[in-house]
């Protein structure tokens, strides 16, 4: 099945620091990932679509310039964390789509466990 | 808005068989997946349901009824591996690049 990869999996950064997290589609093009968070024993939330050679789409609520976006290649998504605080300290999780192959199910990357400090 | 509604947590014992449930409010509908995920660690997709009726595979089967925005997974011959949070997620338009919607997730405890 399609693989998509996270890294890294876990940070700890100083708050007011800047962290990046890389999303890749292994053996698939994705011309969209999704990137969601998830608090502990919350469920996962939306906070953006990112597109390949475009802006992204920010949920609601969402601080675009905090949470910056770049889909750069059909392969790749990263998602930078600016000026983090000990709030932004989450589980973030990108996911996409196969669309090749009339996929119906989203893969995952293992996901990013991020603590500000 | 969107609201998708599941028990936060249930407790079964190993060998038996438990029903998750899942009511749904979507604005629209394309789709509903059930997804496994154990503490700290990414969801793995376990079944999707687009038409009425049931899907198994395996020790795991999905309902669906669309109309009355209602699902449920079904586990059976419950191992202790089984211990993990299920969510339920919508798909809510058509489009091949559509996001999930997903319920806050069912805590399931397997106990011996």
């Known amino acids: 099945g399609a693989v998509v990869s996270q890294h890294p999996s876990w940070v700890i950064c100083k708050s007011g620091t800047s962290v990046k997290i890389e999303c890749r589609s292994l053996d698939f093009q994705a011309t969209t990932m999704f990137w969601y968070r998830q608090f502990p024993k919350q469920s996962l939330m939306l906070m953006a679509t990112s597109n390949e050679g475009s802006k992204a789409t920010y949920e609601q609520g969402v601080e675009k310039d905090k949470f910056l976006i770049n889909h750069a290649s059909l392969t790749l998504s990263t998602l930078t964390v600016t000026s983090a605080h000990p709030e932004d300290s989450s589980f973030y999780i990108c996911?996409?789509?196969?669309?090749?192959?009339?996929?119906?199910?989203?893969?995952f990357g293992q996901g990013t466990r991020l603590t500000v400090v | 808005g969107q609201n998708i509604d599941q028990p936060t947590e249930m407790t079964a014992t190993e060998g038996a068989i438990v029903q998750i449930n899942c009511t749904y409010q979507?604005?629209?509908?394309?789709?509903l997946f059930w997804y496994q995920q154990h503490a700290g660690e990414a969801p793995t997709f376990l079944s999707y349901?687009?038409?009425?009726g049931l899907e198994e595979k395996g020790r795991f089967s999905s309902f669906l009824s669309r109309s009355k925005g209602y699902s449920y997974l079904l586990l059976k011959e419950l191992q202790m591996k089984d211990s993990a949070s299920y969510l339920c997620?919508?798909?809510?338009?058509?489009?091949?690049?559509?996001?999930?919607?997903f319920g806050k997730g069912t805590r399931l405890s397997v106990i011996a």
């Open positions: 979507t604005s629209g509908f394309n789709g």
């Open positions: 997620a919508v798909r809510d338009r058509w489009g091949g690049n559509t996001p999930l919607v």
């Open positions: 349901n687009v038409l009425d």
């Open positions: 996911s996409a789509r196969d669309t090749r192959i009339a996929a119906t199910e989203a893969f």
